[in-house]
Nanobody, 119 residues
Framework: QAQLVESGGGLVQPGGSLRLSCAAS????????MGWYRQAPGKERVLVAA???????NYGDFVKGRFTISRDNAKNTVYIQMNSLKPEDTAVYYC?????????????WGQGTQVTVSS
């Protein structure tokens, strides 16, 4: 089995920045895609950004150059640098990863970290 643990959320003023981290641990053979989703109150969970093991990234349309996803394969960790934050970015941010363990391959979710953008 594997686990994902997120860190880095919090309260930030509009226009500010935050960096979220998510580390995978457990009996991991390999990790394919890692990414971040977010869910605002009363709304569906949506993709923020994802990155493959080879470094190819894609972003949600609302990101518009403000966020950058990266990963450290040696540390099984994915990051997202969020700049120019807006109040509408307020949400719970969830880490996701496609992980292969001795049980096979499946998707894993982190517990979520709250990001609040407010003055």
């Amino acid at each position: 089995q594997a686990q994902l643990v997120e860190s880095g959320g919090g309260l930030v003023q509009p226009g500010g920045s935050l960096r979220l981290s998510c580390a995978a641990s457990g009996s991991i053979f390999s990790i394919d895609t890692m990414g971040w989703y977010r869910q605002a109150p009363g709304k569906e969970r949506v993709l923020v950004a994802a990155i493959t093991s080879g470094g190819s990234a894609n972003y949600g349309d609302f990101v518009k150059g403000r966020f950058t996803i990266s990963r450290d394969n040696a540390k099984n960790t994915v990051y997202i640098q969020m700049n120019s934050l807006k109040p509408e970015d307020t949400a719970v941010y969830y880490c996701y990863a496609d992980i292969r363990t001795w049980l096979g391959s499946r998707g894993y979710w982190g517990q979520g970290t709250q990001v609040t953008v407010s003055s």
